[in-house]
């Protein structure tokens, strides 16, 4: 497995989502209230780009008539037919049994532990030999 350096932690606040393109894959990042977690942002069901679909939670009831709201902003619904899936591990609410959005693991590290130094900077001569036409709009 290969890691991919995403974005420092502050780019990405919680209930916030980066969408990539990750060796010709879709993916988003999610912070989910300081937690980061990953899905391949293609739908099980008919391919729709699933993570541009809006973050809810998941209606529970233990008895008739009563409601409670579970898992605030950890769904994900899909824009075209309303399939419903867990960010943290993919599962789906719709069909579980045939259908998982396929997630990635996601860390957070130091930034000392992903970008090694010393650096030492290349320095390439520049002249700028006319003149351009440059508009402001």
Known sequence: MVRHVIAP?????????????????PIAIFNIK???????????HQGAALCEGPLIG???SSNPGEIEYTKLGEIIRC????????IRTGQSYCDPKRF????YPVN???GSAVVKGP????????????DYVVVDL
């Open 58 to 60: 998941l209606a529970q």
């Open 9 to 25: 932690v502050d780019e990405l606040p919680p209930g916030t989502r980066k969408f990539l393109i990750i060796d010709e894959r």
């Open 108 to 110: 957070v590290e130091p």
């Open 100 to 103: 998982r959005a396929r997630a």
């Open 79 to 86: 824009p075209w037919h309303g399939w419903e899936f867990d």
């Open 119 to 130: 650096y030492v900077a290349e320095t390439i001569k520049v002249a700028v030999e006319s």
């Open 34 to 44: 300081g937690e980061f977690f990953g899905l391949l942002n293609r739908c099980p």
